[in-house]
């Protein structure tokens, strides 16, 4: 049965998945890790099942551990079959183990034997990885919006969009903000596995003729790490950075910052206790501690400004274009922004 299920490579595959559901029949530990975006776990093991598995195909070969593979999930096949029914609606289904191999064609003849048309991606999980790694890498249009902390990058980000450009938001991937006090708030992070998936979903969708704009990170963002030919092509980009005085963006970080616990700012404080020294990380927290935010924030932002300006003075300076601006209206940075790059839109 397993040699007339359709095959198809990564790029297929993909397109596919625009109208057909994904089954993931990897263990559910395998899943969390990283998976398809949009793909439905429907586990042929459950994560000690596959570990025992692997061991008797390990040391007793092929035969023996689908013979006991099979014994351990019998009274769960009608459940498996019903989840990918409700899935599929009884029709075509997409389907991927780690390499397309003894998982998915299990679970393809299980399915098919329902009446479904299973579709298995040649090479599993592991192409997909190999075929979205690839693109990442692969030089494109960029435009990175920087600026200071506090400049309200994110939003201008976010109003570009809405005056016709492309984005990806890169924190809104990583659910983090990027510095020491960016998880407040976050839903919990993706794996840099998955965060690398979620990215190349998000991208290729963009129009590869016209810039897309992103905003100016570290490597990594939260515990979230870019895939390095990725961010590399971010670093060779060209950068408009906003230059606003602290002292305008001081009310946007006391409003955005000051909802969360003290002990929640007190412990990021701490992330970068050393950096700021040891007075100064007393000064700011007692100041926290006594509701005295503007003087915390303007301790933590001296050591982001002094950070950031040496960072962008480590890039191509024929690729760097500083806006100053003395205001913190989104709009009118998002048009400045924008005037400024009417030479890379092109």
Known sequence: MADK???VDAASFLDLSLKIPVADVRSPGEFRQGRIPGAVNI?????SQ?????????HQGRAEAAISGIGMIAPELSGKMKKAMELSQGGDLLLYCWRGGMRSESMAWLFSAAGMKPVILEGGYKAYRNFILSSLAEKKKYIILGGLTGSGKTSVLKELESLGQQITDLEGLACHKGSAFGALGQKEQPSSEHFANLLYSEISFKNPSKPLWLEDESKNIGTVFMPDPFYSNMRDAPVI???IPAEVRLPRLIEEYTVFPKDELLASIQKISRRLGGDKTHTASEAVLHDDFETAIKIVLDYYDIAYRYGLSKRDKEKVIVIETDTADTRT???????AAQGLLT
Not at 43 to 47: E, G, S
Not at 52 to 58: D, F
Not at 333 to 339: G, H, I, S, T, W
Request: no cysteine; charged share 20%; net charge neutral.
């Open 43 to 47: 586990p042929l093991f459950d994560d």
């Open 50 to 58: 596959r570990a025992m598995v692997g061991a008797l195909y390990t």
């Open 5 to 7: 299920i359709l095959r």
């Open 333 to 339: 940075n998002a048009l400045r922004v924008l005037e």
């Open 241 to 243: 950075a906003l230059m």
